[in-house]
């Protein structure tokens, strides 16, 4: 009787394991044009749109066994735009996970942000998440930085993307998690303007900052997407388009105990770029935003912690212990606090809108950290995703991101330059009115006119 030697068994195991090696593992060229080529070449041919979806069937199965981030698909004829949803956003007819090992619901209805899609935009995948929004480590590898860890809760969006494997990535931004994946990837994010009527079939958070956000590789493909989506039913009355914007550059950002050399002269850069188009910026301050930066990270801890009773009891299963991290932040929120926080919230988003009067301007602008991308070969800084003011270093860890959040503003990313070493996208944000997507992805599209898009590679798995 002859007996299976283990090693030789599992060699050939793996051997054997996906699809056929021999075709599909370089991105289809076609996955390169920008969206408004492509565009433009459907209109004149629709049936190249089959012949795409062929090669992105090769393509799906390579990149997503290399890339991790899609976590349950569903087939779409011919596509001309392929959508994908974060894993906290309800899809009928697919699994809602949010980032858990053992949980999963299947709802029966679909987002409302999802409502009134273009027939040309097909929903494809739900992409990954971390757990709860608030653990370490969705499992995707960033495709075009690699040694960049892609970081935030909306990963699988921003990898997604970057990998090619959708056009356009649907996620939700609490304090950054759709523009720091976005950015670390070398993307556009766009974080929409905060409103709870946009919000129904999300997983809540903290529901007094949680957003609707996109990503997409370029902002002209967010600008030509965006009409598809059928999102004005969920959009104010927006910001007049104008042919030059009042731009500012936050002060507090140009501390240079703050914010690092390298992200000082990427900031500069864009500021070059303003000024090239007609709108060169001055400096502002924001004090009474600023000084609310830890209130924001504060209150979404102890939002989490305050439904994690409910959360456990619903999940039954084991959290990952930077879940339990970040509760533990929350739990050490005082009531008196959470109320004073929420205090301080309502008197800065009821004079926002007066505090862009008097300074005069449509845009303010920083960068998307005080420091480059952190390296996935070096341990995240601390124990939980959510900062502690014992913290060392707090005051670099509660970054930029909050100004947004906690005043409810729309603000979008968008990289400028590579590091020095040229391993890391280095991005501004810019962070406009209430109700202000379309001026956004207009500055942003216009500022990407003079930057370039960063220089990346044709994937091959």
């Not at 012949?51 to 890339?67: L, P």
């Not at 299947?106 to 992409?127: E, G, H, N, W």
């Not at 990954?128 to 370490?136: M, Q, V, Y």
């Amino acid at each position: 009787m002859s007996h299976a030697d283990t090693q030789s068994t599992i060699t050939y195991y793996l051997g054997q394991c996906g699809a056929d090696p021999s075709i599909g593992r370089e991105q289809p060229e076609y996955l390169g044009l920008a969206l408004r080529k492509r565009h433009e070449l459907l209109e004149r041919n629709p049936a190249l749109a089959a012949d795409w979806a062929a090669q992105y069937a090769h393509w799906q199965v390579h990149a997503d066994s290399h890339y991790r981030c899609l976590t349950s698909t569903r087939p779409a004829e011919a596509p001309w735009y392929r959508l994908g949803v974060k894993d906290t956003v309800d899809v009928a007819g697919l699994p809602t996970r949010l980032g858990l090992r053992a949980y999963r619901h299947y709802p029966q209805r679909s987002a409302d942000a999802l409502t009134f899609l273009d027939p040309r935009i097909a929903l494809t995948a739900k992409v990954a998440t971390t757990e709860l929004n608030i653990a370490f480590g969705a499992g995707c590898r960033n495709p075009h930085f690699p040694t960049i860890d892609p970081s935030g809760s909306s990963t699988g969006s921003a990898v997604s993307v970057a990998a090619g494997l959708c056009d356009i990535s649907l996620g939700t931004d609490v304090l950054g998690s759709v523009r720091w994946p976005a950015s670390h990837c070398g993307m556009v994010g766009l974080r929409m303007t905060q409103k709870a009527q946009s919000l129904g079939g999300v997983f809540p958070l903290s529901p007094r900052m949680d957003a609707l956000g996109w990503v997409t590789r370029s902002a002209d493909d967010l600008q030509l997407l965006f009409p598809m989506l059928g999102l004005d039913a969920l959009l104010g009355q927006q910001q007049p388009l104008k042919e030059r914007y009042q731009v500012a550059i936050l002060e507090h950002a140009l501390d240079p105990g703050l914010t690092s050399p390298a992200m000082l002269d990427m900031l500069g850069q864009a500021r070059g770029a303003l000024a090239e188009l007609g709108m060169a910026p001055s400096e502002v301050r924001m004090p009474e935003l600023w000084a609310c930066r830890g209130d924001a990270w504060q209150l979404c801890a102890r939002d989490a912690w305050l439904a994690s009773a409910a959360w456990m009891r619903r999940f039954d299963c084991e959290l990952h212990w930077s879940t339990l991290s970040a509760l533990g932040v929350g739990e050490g929120v005082s009531d008196a606090e959470y109320q004073r926080i929420q205090q301080r919230m309502d008197s800065v988003r009821a004079g926002i809108d007066a505090w862009f009067d008097d300074a005069g301007v449509d845009f303010v602008v920083f960068p998307m950290d005080p420091n480059r991308p952190f390296d996935r070969r070096n341990p995240q800084p601390g124990d939980s995703t959510i900062p502690s003011p014992a913290d060392e270093g707090y005051s670099q860890k509660i970054s930029f991101t909050p100004l947004a959040s906690f005043s409810g503003l729309p603000a979008i990313t968008v990289p400028i330059c590579l590091s020095s070493d040229g391993k890391a996208p280095l991005a501004v944000q810019v962070m406009g009115r209430r109700d202000s997507e379309h001026q956004l992805l207009d500055i942003a599209r216009r500022l990407q006119g003079v930057t370039g898009l960063l220089p990346t590679r044709r994937l091959h798995v």
